[in-house]
Nanobody
Framework: QVRLVESGGGLVQAGGSLRLSCAAS????????MGWYRQPPGKQRELVAA???????NYASSAKGRFTISRDNAKNTIYLQMNSLKPEDTAVYYCNCGKYGVSYWGKGTLVTVSS
């Protein structure tokens, strides 16, 4: 069993920054793919940034150059540094982890970017 808890969301003005954290429990290893997804209001959930099981990173085109995903294996935590935020980044951000073919999700943290 894996439990994921996100934090760090909030209200920020356009151009500002936020850092999201996702703490994982339940024997997470560096080989487990982990990442961030988001669901804007009225839209489907989409990939933001993720680590693959070989440590590579994938970014959505909308996140490249503005967002950075990082990982602290000792703390079983991943982060998402978000800079130059735009109103269209407004969404619930979810942490995801894959383990033994099962996909686990956190409850999400809301990010609201005002114009």
């Amino acid at each position: 069993q894996v439990r994921l808890v996100e934090s760090g969301g909030g209200l920020v003005q356009a151009g500002g920054s936020l850092r999201l954290s996702c703490a994982a429990s339940g024997s997470i290893f560096s080989i487990n793919p982990m990442g961030w997804y988001r669901q804007p209001p009225g839209k489907q959930r989409e990939l933001v940034a993720a680590f693959t099981n070989d440590g590579a990173t994938n970014y959505a085109s909308s996140a490249k150059g503005r967002f950075t995903i990082s990982r602290d294996n000792a703390k079983n935590t991943i982060y998402l540094q978000m800079n130059s935020l735009k109103p269209e980044d407004t969404a619930v951000y979810y942490c995801n982890c894959g383990k033994y073919g099962v996909s686990y999700w956190g409850k999400g943290t809301l990010v609201t970017v005002s114009s």
